[in-house]
């Protein structure tokens, strides 16, 4: 059982397309962490938000984490071909450990 | 390159046979972490060592067990090994035993196949 959803599953929009992927959970979490995951590699760390209610922008990328830190949602402006890929957010805890939700497959159209 | 290494990158073996997954984190980091990677299960925490000693087990069955040594790599061993074992196993490390405060820096994977 997954303690984060991630939605959507699936995601394909075309080059120049903005996107949004959401992970929500019923459990409060220390910190979320998104992370994008290439076939054949492991996945890498995209940001970490530990304050409910903070926004980080990378670039093209916004992250949000939501007010009880239950949820984040991440968002891409403008997408290119290199944003292809699986993202994963992932939940801290007291008890050292890092949930990973399911993933959100986004494949970008040139 | 991450920094975290994992070896081997591909593994077959025979049901009912005992492998050994090896990670070498990234220098200077203190804490390594195990997953598995399946696609009808996503990706699920294992094991927890921090600076040799076990911190928090997750998901993992009574036939797979693990250690850090005192250089601070890790092994993942698997025995008794059945179809349903077929995954890619992750090894992540960090520099402490944060509360996932901590980004976790992943290695390339080893992808194991039970026949």
């Known amino acids: 059982t997954q303690l984060l959803e991630q939605s959507p599953q699936f995601l394909s929009i075309q080059e120049g397309e903005n996107l949004t992927v959401y992970c929500n959970s019923s459990?409060?979490?220390?910190?979320l962490q998104w992370y994008r995951q290439e076939p054949g590699e492991g996945p890498v760390l995209l940001v970490t938000v530990v304050t409910g209610g903070e926004v980080k922008k990378l670039k093209r990328l916004t992250f949000q984490f939501g007010d009880a830190r239950k949820d984040s949602s991440l968002h891409i402006t403008a997408a290119q071909p290199g944003d292809t890929g699986l993202y994963l957010c992932?939940?801290?805890?007291?008890?050292?450990?890092?949930?990973f939700g399911a993933g959100t497959t986004v494949t970008v159209r040139a | 390159d991450s920094g975290v290494t994992q070896t081997p990158k591909h593994l077959i073996t025979a049901t009912g046979q005992r492998v050994t997954l090896r990670c070498s984190p990234r220098?200077?980091?203190?804490?390594v972490y195990w997953y598995q990677q399946s696609l009808d299960q996503g990706l699920q925490f294992l094991i927890h060592?921090?600076?040799?000693?076990?911190?928090a087990k997750g998901n993992i069955l009574e036939r797979f067990s693990a250690q850090q040594f005192p250089d601070l790599h890790s092994e993942l061993n698997l025995s008794s090994l059945e179809l349903g074992d077929s995954a890619l196993y992750f090894c992540?490390?960090?520099?402490?035993?944060?509360?996932?405060?901590?980004?976790?820096?992943f290695g390339s994977g080893t992808r194991l196949t039970v026949v």
């Open positions: 992540a490390s960090s520099p402490r035993q944060g509360r996932g405060n901590y980004g976790y820096t």
């Open positions: 459990s409060v979490f220390s910190s």
């Open positions: 060592y921090y600076n040799g000693e076990e911190r």
């Open positions: 992932a939940g801290g805890s007291n008890d050292y450990k890092l949930s």
């Open positions: 220098s200077g980091d203190l804490s």
